[in-house]
């Protein structure tokens, strides 16, 4: 009987300890979908607004010339 008792508890443990480990990757498959939806309607939200962008795009190119412009006026 107390071998059965022993054997019992000790499978209860591995079984506890593999529902832990379980419960980890879960979380994290989960916390990977989350962040996945995240960037999805974040990107679509985007794409959908790409004139927007581009005027944006636009206007960054143009103030990051005009720096260059800048420094390299500095140096001569």
Known sequence: MTVALCQSILQFGRAYLMVK?????????G???LAGAA??????AVWKDKKHLKKNAGKALHAFGEL???VEGMFR
């Open 31 to 33: 916390i990977g979908m």
């Open 21 to 29: 480990s379980t419960m980890k990757v879960v979380k994290g498959v």
């Open 68 to 70: 260059v412009d800048n």
């Open 39 to 44: 960037a999805v309607t974040v990107g679509a």
